[in-house]
């Protein structure tokens, strides 16, 4: 069972670098916003920590393991279908190649490549955040 605060959904997303490229994730067609590019993470059950969260989905969607840091950003956002409350960590890459388990696609981008992927609107925010801070990108 997912958490939910209020009628938002909790979800963890981690900002994963290596060697200055941040890994981003394709969406499922079949999945809410599919196609859509986005930072790997998922849903937050009611019984972890979004920390917990973060680090599992990543396990079980990618087979990578992380050290998660850091909270960057906190985003609430509203879809017509449903709405999210989606939080960014900075997290440095430990272990394990990615491997399409739950997603579509994946791909190792630098922050000039940002611009050629097309994220959820909830992910403006933090587009604009990685594209102004050049420190985040640093390993």
């Given at each position: ?6 009628d ?38 009611a ?5 917990q ?5 990543l ?11 850091g ?10 279908e449903?709405?999210?409350c ?5 997290c ?9 388990l739950?997603?579509q ?5 630098t ?20 594209q102004?801070d050049s ?5």
């Amino acid at each position: 069972m997912s958490a939910k605060e209020g009628d938002y959904i909790l979800v963890s997303a981690g900002m994963i670098f290596r060697d200055r490229k941040l890994l981003i994730t394709q969406r499922r067609s079949k999945d809410h916003l599919g196609g859509l590019w986005e930072f790997p993470g998922g849903k937050q059950n009611a019984d972890e920590t979004a920390e917990q969260c973060l680090a599992r989905e990543l396990i079980e969607e990618l087979a990578v393991c992380v050290e998660v840091g850091g909270l960057v950003e906190t985003i609430w956002h509203r879809y017509p279908e449903r709405a999210v409350c989606l939080k960014f960590f900075k997290c440095r890459w430990l272990s394990g190649e990615p491997q399409k388990l739950g997603v579509q696609d994946f791909a190792w981008i630098t922050a000039g490549e940002l611009k050629n992927f097309e994220f959820p609107a909830a992910d403006a925010k933090l587009l604009t955040h990685l594209q102004n801070d050049s420190g985040l990108w640093l390993t």
